[in-house]
């Protein structure tokens, strides 16, 4: 009687904690699905913070497993254990009379609440070390699945060690009939055939297929298609012309320059033209809070190495380096041994000129309501900004709906 009392409260109890993760989950499977597929949703209310942002971990490839959000890996969890808690009714359904291999269901209740923990600790590293970015809802399914294993395993002798002893025995034990080992292989060839579809094809994560896009370009360290002076590309007069706008401390602007100077590699008939658009108030009126402090000086520093020939070189070291302050910047240049005249390079930077002209590339974006970087303007026309969601291949793929004409390559 006691026993039974006691098993009732703890399925009830782990029943609550289930439904509870479930309302997160699928409140996680939303913000997953607008921060991926709608360009037009609002931040979701736990994305307060530079840290505190889910929407900005739902960005990411981390947010998915072999191409399935996690959102929804924690979805089948509360389910596989909602079936674990109901298992002794739905096995004496006759077309379920399978389920009765599940002979220890808190055993196997307390393993899945520990392995999942333990997943949620690496996952919550990955977070902090990693992306440096926090969500709290995942924080909210990490303590669930503490709570889960912690009230299953009550009463199991030997603890958790105990549970994921006899739930192995149990696993064993149910395979030792052929016709339940042919069945759990039919199982998982399915499964492992729908993991692979979706990590190939990555239709549930644009994270994932954009990072295989531009993946080259994220993890180069240097930028191997840099070249020196001030053309990239065609000096041709009816070249392609792209424009292309950016901010030193942008990440993503790194990425696309090394984008831009491949592209003059496969295409005959474009040229790269830069543009300054620095999002630090040093020298960008319009902004209301400090943000990318230092690409002003840097902006001004290689819009002076243009006067010496030498930008291109110095905007690729820049995006590299990202030095912060002029006295950095410099000292990064005379490390650079580019040849630069450096006495005449700091009195051009402080050049008004210099200065009116970063000031009009702002106020051209200001005037189209834009404010933000990388972005791009072909041929005079519009203002695009960000890495197309293709990638590079896209990228490729709009240059040439431009007129832009691949180089012919032999191997």
Request: hydrophobic share 45%.
């Amino acid at each position: 009687m006691e026993k039974g009392k006691s098993e009732l409260t703890k399925t009830v109890t782990i029943g609550v904690l289930v439904l509870i993760g479930v309302l997160v989950t699928i409140d996680l499977a939303y913000i997953y699905y607008q921060a991926n597929f709608n360009q037009y949703a609002l931040p979701s209310f736990c994305s307060v913070s530079e840290l505190v942002d889910c929407d900005g971990v739902a960005r990411t490839t981390e947010s998915q497993f072999f191409g399935v959000p996690l959102a929804y890996w924690g979805l089948s969890l509360y389910a596989f254990i909602t079936m674990l808690l109901s298992v002794d009714v739905l096995k004496k359904v006759p077309f379920l009379k399978f389920l009765e291999v599940f002979k220890n269901k808190f055993h196997y209740i307390a393993s899945l609440g520990l392995i999942s923990f333990t997943i949620s600790m690496i996952l919550l590293c990955v977070s902090l070390f990693g992306i440096h970015k926090i969500c709290i809802m995942c924080a909210v399914t990490y303590c669930l699945n503490l709570l889960i294993g912690l009230v299953a395993v009550r009463g199991i002798e030997g603890g958790f060690v105990g549970a994921i002893k006899q739930s192995w025995k149990d696993f064993v034990d149910a395979l030792k009939p052929v016709p339940y080992r042919i069945a759990f292989t039919v199982v998982m060839l399915c499964a492992v055939g729908f993991l692979g579809w979706t990590y190939t094809t990555a239709v549930f994560s644009p994270a994932l297929k954009s990072h295989r896009a531009i993946g080259e370009f994220i993890d180069a360290k240097t930028n191997k298609y840099a070249i020196k002076g001030n053309l990239l590309g065609s000096k041709a007069e009816d070249a392609i012309v792209i424009e292309v706008y950016s901010d030193y401390m942008c990440p993503m602007c790194n990425v696309f320059n090394m984008m831009v100077h491949k592209l003059v590699t496969d295409f005959d008939n474009i040229r790269i033209e830069h543009h300054s658009l620095p999002l630090d108030q040093k020298c960008n009126q319009y902004l209301r809070t400090p943000f990318h402090e230092g690409s002003c000086d840097m902006a001004r520093f290689a819009e002076a190495a243009y006067k010496q020939g030498k930008f291109w070189e110095v905007n690729s070291l820049f995006f590299e380096k990202k030095p912060q302050g002029e006295e950095e910047i410099i000292e990064v240049l005379e490390n650079a041994h580019y040849g630069l005249d450096m006495e005449q390079l700091k009195k051009d930077a402080q050049d008004p000129e210099i200065m009116a002209k970063i000031q009009k590339d702002i106020k051209f974006a200001i005037d189209l309501d834009q404010m933000g970087t990388p972005a791009i303007v072909i041929n005079g026309g519009k203002f695009e900004m960000g890495i197309p969601r293709g990638g590079y291949p896209a990228l490729k793929e709009k240059v040439k709906a431009n007129g832009g004409k691949p180089k012919h390559k032999f191997f």
